[in-house]
């Protein structure tokens, strides 16, 4: 090798150790301060496409049926009426009824728990007309006629009894409808059940236009007006006076629920409560009751009171 050979040789290796310390050591990462761990570094892995979601199909849940609310019956209007044959009578009987008061009256004192566990609440307050002469015939008090009232309406065939048995009827408007009762002594009544002398039963009847002839009972608004005639007598077929009072008050208070008048459903059957038995049976069996013993509504073909 020449001299300018080696010279060139020697150049090129100072040149390539310049560079080198120029560039200085590989640089290593820095430890972490005392106490705190540094990151972990993850080997790289070849992604991977994600298994689908495995689904599992549950059956549509069927909605639960929807029972209608129960219809609020109070809420009707109810028409003033008294049921009572297409002939008056001649003559108003000699029966020793007290013919006329004086034409006020008494509200029967206290009130009572609610009787029934029926949706709609009925309270009803008791009066009986002032200023009756009895004479020979029983003499009533305000709070007596409660009694027999609160115990008509109370009894396990009465209307309670609709509670577990709701009365529902497209023709009455009426869906799943059941009630309950109280008495009660002051303003707050849903309606009032009025025992009264035949004049003045007649006066008041007469103002909402109904005719009751010295004879009969009626209803008008929120008014249920009982003839003491009735009351202390009977009618003909009705001599037993608790049947007949029952029946006459369970009636009534049915009209005042909203039920018009139902027929005989036929011969030999039980005569519903609603059919207007004083007038005619028409082959039923008479009955004092909006229910049977069993539970069962009793009914007939509906009739337009």
Excluded at 47 to 53: D, M, V, W
Excluded at 55 to 63: D, W
Aim: one cysteine or more; proline letters at 10%.
């Amino acid at each position: 090798m020449g001299v300018r050979s080696r010279a060139l040789a020697l150049a090129c290796s100072l040149l390539l150790g310049a560079v080198t310390a120029c560039a200085g050591p590989t640089p290593r990462a820095a430890a972490p301060p005392a106490g705190i761990e540094g990151p972990t570094v993850a080997p790289t892995v070849a992604p991977t496409t994600p298994a689908a979601p495995t689904t599992s199909r549950r059956p549509t849940p069927k909605p639960s049926p929807t029972r209608p609310k129960p219809s609020p019956t109070l809420k009707k209007t109810v028409t003033a009426g008294a049921d009572k044959p297409t002939t008056k009578p001649s003559t108003s009987p000699s029966d020793g009824t007290p013919t006329k008061g004086g034409g006020t009256f008494t509200v029967a004192e206290g009130s009572t728990d609610v009787v029934g566990e029926g949706t709609t609440l009925v309270k009803y307050r008791v009066e009986l007309e002032d200023g009756i002469s009895w004479g020979s015939v029983p003499k009533w008090t305000p709070e007596g006629f409660a009694d027999v009232v609160n115990g008509v309406l109370a009894d396990p065939r009465g209307w309670t009894m609709s509670a577990a048995h709701p009365v529902t009827n497209e023709a009455e408007d009426m869906t799943d409808a059941s009630w309950r009762f109280q008495q009660v002594d002051d303003s707050s009544y849903s309606v009032r059940i009025r025992l009264a002398t035949p004049n003045t039963v007649d006066k008041l009847c007469g103002s909402a236009g109904v005719d009751t002839a010295g004879v009969y009972s009626c209803r008008y608004g929120k008014t249920i007006m009982i003839n003491l005639r009735r009351w202390l007598h009977g009618t003909t077929g009705f001599t037993n006076l608790p049947f007949y009072r029952a029946m006459v008050i369970n009636h009534e208070v049915g009209h005042f629920l909203g039920f018009n008048h139902m027929k005989c459903p036929g011969s030999g059957r039980t005569a519903p409560v609603m059919q207007t038995q004083t007038i005619a049976l028409n082959g039923c069996t008479p009955n004092q009751y909006p229910f049977s013993s069993a539970g069962t509504f009793v009914v007939g073909p509906w009739l337009s009171s």
